[in-house]
């Protein structure tokens, strides 16, 4: 897959909707293209992680296994972005994420990923944006659960 | 030491000194005896005076024992000698007087060489003695010290007092002794001329001193200027880069030209001084003979003098003003060598120096027992707290956090339980015995400290980790065979009060360590890294090491059988992917175009890329291939790219850097090239130089890393065949400078790595780098050379402050000094490595279970690390609190957390 593939794949990813096209040739370009088979870990439990994972091709799998044996797992699909929390907080990741089918991932090394929130304000907005929604989302999860209960 | 120069060396060298003054003192009748023979000479034979009556013959070389008169005054004949005329006693006496000419040369000559070696040996003992003085400075002192100033100090000016030390009683006896001696003999010539000459010796003897206290007063000025200059430059040095940085180069510059310039002066005022004393010296010299001539002269008319008599005079008289003037010269130097001497010392003798050896060996402490720290304070030179008063207990064996953040208070208990830092008050006690009143030795074999900065001396990584072991006084009589010359070497050093133990030999203390032997300590340090988690950077530092010429044959097959190993692993594993290895007859992607291009390491820089365009001979063959147009097209589409993507971007550099073609393709230079071209006329050929630049950032592309979709097939097969060109007819002043991939040889300049891998790591795998690590470290335990690799990374060289090694192992090093003598107390500063670190908890935890027998302060900046520490110190500022009986470690808390939200939310807010 060529540069203009990638990019193309980007551009499909809300997370980079608002990216000008300079900039989104500029993450395509730094970020380290990772191909994983179907099955193979993308991060493990322990892994402490040195950069993000933009998903651009194909399903990933969360799965977290708790100590009484139980556990949770979810679907991520091609366009999220995995390990920003752990990385913009300091935090261990928490669970596991497995490749289902083959993926296709942009790997943005941790130094770059600050720099590029530094440098890049484009980008810096579109990480907020998709930060701000996930912590809506959590909100609403957990008012839903607080009705449930 | 001793403060008085005289005292200090007629202590050290005494028996030499008197032996050189009894030579002395043999010598004098012979000296004598050649200033009569001139006499003799010219009074007996050539006037005549032994044949005045008549005689014909006269009697040479009888030799007569006479009893001195108080003894009854009989003589003794011992030869009658021979009879010879007038032309035969000329012959005879000028024999004889060349023979006492040799004899004096000789007596000067063994004077002369016993004089140097005594110098020299006291030379040796003095700087010897300095130094060992300083290794006896409190740990503040010596921290205190410039480094240039102590080094000119022992280096160079001790050297004039070195050469000095054959003089100091020498020379002021021998001298006497001749001046005397012609003096006496002038005397018994003739009391008046004598006299005159006694009287002018007198004058320089009182005059030129005086004159000369200036000059002392200026040398003292010189060598004080002369040494801070040294300590200021070794100063600058130091904070070299840091200066240069700041643009203050000229402030500092003027600094070093005003220092220059008060030397400057100080040493003209000197020279002025010097010749005009040298000036009356010389003259008052010169004014003697002119009394002699002329009153002995008047003298020798009125024939109270014979012609003899006034030659002998004049011939003795030539003796007696140089050792005058080498006795005045010997004060000066006396002088001169006493203030540099006490200069020196004065900054060498510091009232409380540190006990460094115990008597006996040192005892180990008992199993248990008890540290104590009572009202434990130290403030700064100013009077500022460093450390407020601070009280606590710990039973031994066990465990104490010292918790704060870095420069405050945390440290400064370190740098005292680890001895760096003495100048506190109240009390340190362990089992009861004050720490203070140890002696360095025992305090090192129980103590072992490793503060916050890492101080790598030279040698390999290994040297530096066993050198706290390196206390063993090596045996001498153990080795039987002595090398050659190692006997005189020896009786040397120990003449000249030297340590006698050979630096090569076996310092280790294996007993005092607790370990057998050599194995031993190999498993303690293979241990160690492991604990701290090193072990893989160790490896990663062998496979780093650069496979230099010569490599012997055997080192040659290990290197290709590992190669294979790895081939055959990566196969093995179904990870071939992870390397593309390099086929002679097939286009490497991963490898740049230049590389793929020359197929080879090159070894000299006649064939790198940034100028290949303008080496004749590769400009020749990508001609040849039709390459350079295709290659400056590349370029040319690269520019373009890099300066889209990179416009407007404020600091661009940094992410630049990851997007690199080269090392000398900085942002600006593309941004150069990208105005050249906007600028260029299609019609008119690109300038040289550009075309050299596209062509050099084309030779830098790796597709896919770059991903910019440059190269196709046909690409590849005219690289393919400029490569098989290229290496057929490399011409034969080409062969030294490039060193072609073959899978039978090993690749010189590059690296075990490289070798082992001999291709490159593909691009667009997960941690690929680690996977080929693991593969390569697989391949090779497989193979046995898994051993090899280790002790190539220990015997990494470390470089000035450590500067060839990972930061990482830079700052594992003290902590493993601390530890690879097995101390019963150990204070280890880590937080500086856990900063490096990727598991700092089961870092702590291994830690922690291996130095459970001892008592082990643990110094950190983060405190969750260590919650379960019953005993803490918590820091803030110079002010410790101390907690005691800390909760016990949680059950299952292994992330450092308690669980809060439910599972699912918390892996969104997880992820």
Not at chain 1, 7 to 23: E, H, K, Q, T
Not at chain 1, 24 to 41: N, Q, T
Not at chain 2, 477 to 485: F, R, T
Request: charged residues 25%; neutral net charge.
């Amino acid at each position: 897959m060529t540069l203009e593939t990638d990019i193309a794949c980007l551009r499909g990813l809300s997370l980079f909707r608002d990216l000008p096209a300079s900039r989104l040739k500029l993450v395509a370009l730094m970020g380290e293209r990772l191909r994983f088979p179907a099955d193979s870990v993308i991060i493990s439990d322990q892994d402490r992680l040195d950069g993000v994972y933009v998903i651009l091709q194909g399903d990933v799998e969360f799965s977290q296994r708790r100590d009484d044996g139980g556990g949770r797992r979810f679907q991520k699909e091609a366009g999220s972005i995995i390990g920003d929390v752990s990385l913009l907080s300091g935090k261990q990741f928490l669970g596991k994420v497995l490749a289902r089918t083959d993926v296709l991932a942009l790997r943005i090394p941790k130094d770059l990923f600050f720099e590029m929130l530094r440098t890049v304000p484009e980008f810096s907005l579109a990480i907020s944006r998709d930060l701000a929604d996930r912590v809506a989302r959590l909100a609403n999860a957990l008012l839903t659960a607080g009705e449930e209960a | 030491m001793e403060s008085n120069l005289f005292r200090y060396i007629w202590q050290k060298s005494r028996g030499e000194q008197i032996i050189v003054l009894l030579i002395i003192l043999v010598s004098i009748p012979f000296n004598w005896a050649s200033f009569d023979v001139p006499k003799r000479i010219v009074n007996d034979a050539i006037q005549g005076g032994a044949f005045r009556d008549g005689r014909t013959t006269t009697t040479l070389m009888d030799v007569t024992l006479h009893a001195p008169s108080w003894l009854g005054g009989g003589s003794l004949k011992l030869f009658d000698g021979i009879q010879v005329g007038q032309l035969g006693l000329l012959i005879g006496l000028s024999g004889y007087f060349l023979l006492l000419v040799l004899i004096n040369g000789a007596f000067k000559y063994v004077v002369n060489v016993r004089k140097g070696i005594l110098g020299e040996r006291m030379l040796r003992r003095m700087r010897y003695d300095l130094f060992s003085q300083l290794m006896r400075f409190r740990p503040e002192e010596m921290r205190a010290v410039k480094p240039a100033e102590i080094a000119s100090m022992i280096k160079d000016e001790v050297e004039p007092i070195g050469g000095f030390v054959g003089d100091a009683f020498i020379q002021p006896v021998f001298l006497l002794s001749q001046a005397l001696t012609a003096l006496v003999f002038i005397m018994a010539q003739s009391f008046w001329l004598g006299s005159i000459a006694l009287l002018i010796v007198l004058a320089q003897a009182i005059i030129i001193p005086i004159l000369r206290r200036e000059q002392l007063r200026l040398g003292r000025e010189r060598q004080i200027a002369s040494r801070q200059l040294a300590g200021r430059i070794g100063e600058i040095v130091d904070a070299g880069p840091m200066i240069q940085g700041h643009g203050a180069t000229a402030y500092v510059q003027s600094d070093i030209a005003g220092r220059l310039g008060q030397l400057f002066d100080i040493r003209y005022a000197l020279y002025k001084r010097k010749f005009a004393v040298k000036f009356l010296n010389n003259l008052l010299a010169q004014i003697t003979p002119f009394f002699f001539y002329a009153i002995g002269g008047y003298f020798a008319l009125q024939g109270r003098l014979d012609i003899g008599q006034l030659v002998a005079v004049i011939a003795a008289y030539r003796d007696l003003p140089p050792p005058i003037k080498e006795l005045i010269d010997w004060d000066q130097q006396r002088n001169d060598v006493t203030i540099k001497y006490d200069q020196v010392i004065s900054q060498f003798n510091s009232d409380d120096v540190l006990v460094l050896n115990e008597e006996k060996a040192v005892e180990p402490l008992p199993a248990a027992g008890e540290i104590q720290v009572e009202a434990l304070q130290l403030l700064d030179n100013r009077g500022q707290p460093l450390l407020t008063p601070l009280s606590f207990k710990v039973s031994r064996p066990g465990v104490v956090a010292v918790i704060g953040p870095h420069g405050g208070g945390k440290d400064v208990l370190g740098r005292i339980l680890g001895r760096q830092a003495t100048s506190y008050t109240g009390r340190v006690l362990i089992d009861g015995e004050p720490l203070s009143s140890m002696s360095v030795e025992r305090a090192s074999h129980i103590i072992g400290y490793a503060g916050d900065e890492a101080e790598v001396i030279a040698g390999s990584m290994r040297d530096n980790i066993l050198l706290p072991l390196q206390r063993h006084r090596p045996d001498l009589k153990a080795e039987g065979v002595v090398a050659p010359g190692g006997h005189r070497r020896f009786v040397e050093s120990i003449r000249s009060g030297n340590s006698p133990f050979p630096f090569e030999a076996d310092w280790t203390d294996y007993d005092g360590a607790g370990l057998g032997d050599r194995a031993a300590l190999a498993r303690r340090v293979r241990d160690l890294l492991d604990v701290f988690g090193c072990t893989e950077d160790i490896y990663n530092l062998g496979l780093g090491g650069k496979v230099m010429p010569p490599v012997s044959e055997e080192a040659t097959q290990r290197i290709i059988t590992a190669r294979r190993a790895v081939a055959r692993e990566l196969a093995r594993t179904e990870r071939g992917d992870l390397i593309e290895p390099f086929v002679a007859d097939r286009y490497n992607a991963n490898a740049t175009m230049a590389e793929n291009l020359i197929f080879g390491t090159c070894t000299t820089s006649r064939f790198d890329s940034a100028t290949l365009y303008f080496e004749p001979y590769a400009h020749a063959i990508l001609r040849a291939e039709a390459l350079i147009e295709p290659l400056s097209d590349m370029g040319s589409r690269i520019v373009a790219t890099v300066a889209e993507i990179f416009a407007g971007l404020p600091t661009g550099h940094a992410l630049f850097e990851r997007y690199s073609f080269g090392a000398n393709f900085d942002f600006e230079r593309l941004n150069g090239l990208a105005e050249t071209l906007a600028k260029h006329d299609m019609r008119s050929p690109l300038d040289q130089e550009t075309e050299c630049d596209l062509v050099a950032l084309a030779l830098g592309y790796i597709e896919p890393k770059h991903r910019l979709n440059l190269i196709d097939l046909r690409l590849q097969q005219r690289v393919l065949r400029a490569r098989a060109s290229f290496r057929k007819h490399l011409p034969a002043d080409a062969v030294q400078d490039v060193e072609f991939y073959d899978p039978g040889k090993v690749m010189f300049g590059a690296s075990v790595r490289d070798n082992l891998l001999f291709g490159r790591i593909g691009y667009g795998i997960a941690d690929a780098e680690q996977k080929v690590s693991t593969v390569v470290h697989q391949a090779l335990s497989r193979t046995g050379l898994e051993g090899t690799l280790y002790r190539l990374g220990l015997d990494t060289e470390s470089g000035i402050r450590g500067r060839y090694l990972p930061a990482r192992l830079r700052q594992v090093i003290p902590l493993m000094q601390a530890l690879i003598k097995a101390p019963q107390i150990a204070v280890l500063d880590i937080t500086g490595f856990l900063a490096s670190s990727d598991d700092p908890l089961a870092i702590i935890e291994r830690l922690r279970s291996y130095c459970s027998g001892m008592t082990l302060f643990l110094l950190l900046g983060d405190g969750s690390l260590v919650e379960d520490v019953p005993l803490r110190v918590a820091f803030h500022g110079p002010t410790g609190v101390v907690e005691a009986g800390a909760l016990p470690r949680a059950a299952n808390d292994a992330l450092g957390q308690p669980p809060r939200l439910g599972s699912s939310q918390r892996m969104e807010v997880g992820s």
